[in-house]
């Protein structure tokens, strides 16, 4: 399985699910993060409402990373989503470590 794409059988997770992500899938995430343009992102709005963007805020290299999002709050949760996602990645290691070091003591 490609750590680029999603595997066609893979169950559908739902914010309610109570199984743990298996490490395999957390991987392909972090895969994701590391290759994407680096980050931080922005949020930018044109004149007409529906004309939203995200850029990234690279002070070399400030570019387009997605065009034409009509609605300006989904534009705002993709630019949120380059710093958003790699610290859920560092909590849910946290939260691993911390479980597995409670499991190792008792």
Known sequence: TSLRTTHPR????TMKSMEPMPQEE???IRW???TATRGPW???SGRDQRDNCVKSDSRE?????ADVIPEA????FIAH????????LAEVERLR????????QS
């Open 10 to 13: 893979r169950k559908e997770r």
């Open 26 to 28: 957390l991987d392909a």
């Open 32 to 34: 994701r993060v590391t």
């Open 42 to 44: 922005c949020h930018w």
């Open 61 to 65: 290299d400030m570019h387009t990373v």
């Open 73 to 76: 709050d989904d534009a705002a």
């Open 81 to 88: 989503a380059r710093t958003d996602i790699p610290a859920l």
């Open 97 to 104: 470590a911390t479980l597995d070091q409670k499991e190792n």
